[in-house]
């Protein structure tokens, strides 16, 4: 049995379905995301795994043991929240003693417990500390160092990032895997920000409208997206879709009429492959040839460009699409209004029936 362990898990509100049934196994010592867009049920998964919303039907087990009959305090979890939740009147100290001391642990266990949380967190020095006299970096650090102190079997975080500004996101990103290695603590991740998860996760499970999408490394998903909606969700900026119909097939895979009257001929194929079948054609805007050349080629207008620096995102309209994206150098010399050509790479491309479901590769 996998150290965490979903098994056909239900909730939902009055008549209304927000979990289906979902499957999930999280190994020991794993960082595992739970990634999708708002609403789609992955902070109510989180809560149920740790106590905080009861399941309607189906099992969790954490470490071999059933647990969704448990209260929340007999899980052995520990919750970081997007909201710091500290005791204002309390200093760092207490407020990362407060859960030991409510359990009646020794007094001399909750200071090693705490000095040693801090040292490993680096906020040695803010032990004496009231939480309105430290900045939202060091706020969130505090919480995650109530959560080491329980010495529990999972870690569970819910968008603990998002109050903080870019900057510390990333640095705050980086502690968080340094400590997860540190601890080698099974951790369980929910965000929005699929960076956040790309950068951060072991393996990701993707979730829209409480289904499981699909499972897997970061770029397991980047390069082999099941479906449409994965496709689209992973990558930033997201994937670009074409729309195009099936002008045929062969050994060499399909080949696709684009809106623009173009073929191009991708190593994928499908039982879906029918003659004159609709089909979404997926490139993402890092695998394109902005000088022109490669097995098509799309015209479009200039409509936004973004500078980054090192890199440059175009935003064109092409037939077919709604919004395309471009990957060029940050010195490349183009603006808003000029007409742009981008070459599409066969190999590059990802195809997706009607249904959504991707080909598969020849």
Partial sequence: MSYVELNAVKKRYGDTDIIHGVDLKIEKEEFAVLVGPSGCGKSTLLRMIAGLEDLQDGTIHIGGERVDDLPAAERGIAMVFQSYALYPHMTVFENMAFGLRIAKTAKEEVRERVERAAAILQISPILGRRPRELSGGQRQRVAIGRAIVREPKVFLFDEPLSNLDAKLRVQMRVELTR????????????????????????????????????????????????????????????????????????????????????????????????????????????????????????????FAVERLGNETYAYLDVPGSSEFAAHAAGDIEIQAGDDMKVGLIAGKCHLFDGEGRAFEAV
């Fill in 179 to 302: 400590l997860h290695r540190q601890l080698k603590a099974t951790m369980i991740y929910v965000t929005h920000d699929q960076v956040e998860a790309m950068t951060m996760a072991d393996r990701i499970v993707v979730l829209n409208q409480g289904r499981i999408e699909q499972v897997g490394r970061p770029l397991d998903l980047y390069r082999k997206p099941s479906n449409r909606f994965v496709a689209g969700f992973i990558g930033s900026p997201a994937m670009n879709f074409l729309k195009g119909t099936v002008a045929g097939a062969s050994a060499k895979g399909t080949e696709v009429r684009l809106a623009d009257g173009q073929t191009i001929t991708v190593g994928r194929t499908s039982s879906a492959a029918r003659q004159g079948a609709d089909v979404m054609l997926g490139i993402r805007p890092e695998d394109l040839h902005v000088a022109g050349d490669g097995d098509a080629m799309l015209k479009g207008r200039v």
